[in-house]
């Protein structure tokens, strides 16, 4: 999901409503404060594995890539291989949550 508190006014450019390219088509740009309640609403426990907070300051839980690949993902998208060095700043990430029915 694009991720409303990114703090790179390019990624916001790219990932808006309405956007340029593939994201001509979005309709919304959650936040976790946002999205999260979604998913509650609905009977999910959620757990967040990778976000922004409205600092702009990244945040992410340990997850396994085997257990469902998000290429838009700080591992994953080749964008943010400079990032993961630790010698760029903030690359393309979504906005990740894990989100499993109880009664499942």
Do not use: K
């Amino acid at each position: 999901m694009p991720e409303g508190h990114h703090p790179d006014p390019a990624y916001q450019a790219l990932v808006a409503v309405g956007g340029p390219g593939p994201a001509h088509d979005h309709q919304v740009v959650y936040t976790l404060e946002t999205f999260v309640p979604v998913f509650t609403q609905a009977g999910f426990d959620v757990r967040p594995l990778e976000w922004w907070d409205a600092a702009g300051q990244f945040h992410q839980q340990a997850w396994r890539v085997e257990d469902g690949p998000v290429y838009r993902s700080r591992a994953l998208d080749h964008r943010n291989a400079a990032w993961r060095a630790g010698t760029g700043g903030p690359g393309f990430t979504s906005l990740i949550l894990d989100c499993v029915r109880p009664d499942a």
